[in-house]
């Protein structure tokens, strides 16, 4: 069955400090793999995902992850961390192959110190 | 272009009795999903429909829920009757087609008392 782990309830890091959050999922066949964020009060808003081809890829606000297959890892980064990064992120793997249904892990909220 | 649009935002019932949310998904968007998220955990799904037919109702407690979404645009979702473990925000999503990426709208928070 499908499954995401975020390992990382609650990280709180630095303003200017880089970032890595972790998801590592569990999926038969190759996975679309998505990262959202959340603010209080709000949706989700998609900031990157990952279909096929190269492994890094870009979002927005300044956000990457990296798709590691050996790993079972979708991680991710951002170089510098802004205040208005402060919210709860999602990891959730989809697979296009049947309904398109996403299983999501169960978050984890950052912190921004400044 | 415009987003997905959910009413109420909030919502607070006595358990046992009966609410109904609205979603307007974006315009064009076949697939539309509800999610129930839980306080501090990721959205589950309900169920998902591709235009008005449904495709995946397996996590709705049927008992209780119901959606429908007839002209294959606007869905609602109903509870009845609601119990405490309802409590929960309540997501409706869109997107131009299965596996393709979801655009969720804002939510309607429900509290049972």
């Known amino acids: 069955a499908q499954s995401v782990t975020q390992p990382d309830i609650h990280i709180t890091v630095s303003e200017g400090a880089s970032l890595e959050l972790r998801c590592n999922y569990s999926y038969g066949a190759t996975p679309y793999l998505f990262w959202y964020v959340q603010s209080p009060g709000q949706g989700l808003q998609l900031l990157l995902k990952?279909?096929?081809?190269?492994?890094l890829v870009q979002g927005i606000k300044g956000f990457e992850a990296e798709f590691k297959r050996s790993q079972s890892s979708f991680n991710l980064r951002k170089p510098s961390v802004h205040w208005s990064d402060a919210a709860e992120y999602f990891c959730?793997?989809?697979?296009?192959?049947?309904?398109?249904?996403?299983?999501f892990g169960q978050g984890t909220t950052l912190q921004v110190k400044p | 272009e415009a987003g997905v649009a959910q009413s109420p935002r909030y919502k607070i019932i006595e358990k046992r009795q009966s609410v109904a949310f609205w979603c307007n998904p974006i315009s064009g968007h076949a697939t539309l999903y509800w999610y129930q998220q839980i306080l501090g955990q990721g959205p589950k799904l309900l169920i998902q429909?591709?235009?008005?037919?449904?495709?995946?109702d397996s996590q709705l407690p049927k008992d209780r829920f119901s959606a429908e979404r007839l002209k294959g645009v606007d869905s609602t979702l109903k509870i009845q009757p609601a119990k405490l473990e309802d409590s929960a925000v309540y997501l409706c999503?869109?997107?131009?087609?299965?596996?393709?990426?979801?655009?969720f709208g804002d939510g309607t928070r429900l509290s049972i008392l």
């Open positions: 959730a793997v989809g697979n296009s192959g049947n309904t398109g249904k996403l299983i």
């Open positions: 990952y279909f096929s081809g190269d492994t």
């Open positions: 429909f591709q235009n008005n037919g449904v495709v995946d």
């Open positions: 999503a869109s997107s131009l087609a299965t596996g393709q990426p979801q655009h």
